[in-house]
């Protein structure tokens, strides 16, 4: 019985070493800046130098900013579009990766590809492709609205941003939907079968009712991450053209850092993380209520 409880006590104790050292980073690099960033926001800071407290005056500015206004409008229509496109996409993928097809395997390996990635790096070479390919390719078939850059017109710019941030995230949520449609018993199609149930009806009533839980988690991921948009628009627009592209980590990031407003982007970052909190609170009790009557 007592070596059963100095077993049981070196087990916790070798956990607890473990544990600790983890617990130490995340509060350094993570806790610790939020806490400081959260103090700053009541104060006039510029990132250097000394401030004064200020008060609420920083949060009460936010909603008379039209600059802070339209980047919220912007990363919220981002967000919307790319959510639903790449759901889709990432579905009808899904679908077709998890059928019994030859070397399926391959193309599983072939579509994660865009998910390993850099975000940059992917920017800078997309944002090559529309400054040069395709305007040449659009000048050459005499198509107008091709042959200068979409990146250059605020009406099209945002456009850009979305087909590599969706391109890029298609990947993993395919490879999630794959792991949903694989959890679903084949006897459950062949019940189905024998009541009719076929194409559309049967991803209706059968397949997509046993992967909800699957399709919340990536519509949580994918509002959360296209909210936080910022390496994309680094590397392809800066913001502009005319500020018409400008999310608000990119405007937390331009104007906390180099514009002499870390006092000010931090009241924005603490409320941006505020409603990315609640958005992401609202998915899941809405689809938690979902799963509950399906």
Do not use: H
């Not at 919307?80 to 993928?93: A, E, H, P, Y």
């Not at 084949?186 to 059968?206: C, I, P, S």
Request: hydrophobic share 50%.
């Amino acid at each position: 019985m007592m070596n059963n409880k100095k077993k049981i006590n070196n087990r916790e104790r070798t956990f607890l070493l473990i544990t600790i050292p983890v617990l130490v980073l995340f509060f350094c690099f993570n806790t610790l800046p939020l806490i400081r960033g959260f103090i700053y926001s009541f104060t006039n800071f510029k990132g250097y130098g000394s401030y004064d407290w200020v008060g609420l005056r920083n949060y009460t500015d936010l909603f008379t900013d039209l600059r802070v206004g339209k980047s919220y409008l912007f990363t919220f229509k981002y967000a919307i579009v790319c959510t639903i496109i790449v759901n889709l996409l990432s579905l009808i993928l899904a679908l077709g990766l998890n059928a019994k097809i030859k070397y399926k395997s391959v193309l599983r390996g072939i579509y994660f590809i865009p998910n390993i990635l850099g975000g940059l790096v992917v920017g800078y070479i997309f944002s090559f492709f529309f400054t040069y390919i395709l305007p040449a390719a659009g000048q050459a078939a005499g198509i107008e609205w091709l042959s200068s850059s979409i990146l250059s017109k605020t009406g099209t710019a945002w456009f850009g941003i979305v087909i590599v941030g969706a391109w890029q995230s298609i990947a993993m949520n395919t490879i999630i939907y794959i792991s949903g449609l694989q959890t679903v018993p084949e006897d459950v199609y062949e019940a189905g079968a024998l009541d009719g149930a076929t194409g559309w009806a049967r991803f209706k009533n059968l397949t997509f009712p046993l992967i909800i839980p699957f399709f919340t988690i990536n519509l949580v991921l994918c509002m959360k991450n296209f909210m936080m948009v910022f390496d994309q628009i680094m590397a392809l627009t800066s913001g502009g053209p005319a500020q018409s592209t400008e999310s608000i980590s990119f405007l937390i990031y331009q104007n906390g850092m180099s514009g002499g407003q870390f006092g000010f982007q931090s009241a924005n970052a603490v409320v941006f993380f505020v409603v990315i909190v609640a958005i992401s609170a609202f998915q899941l009790r809405t689809m938690g209520k979902k799963e509950e009557q399906l």
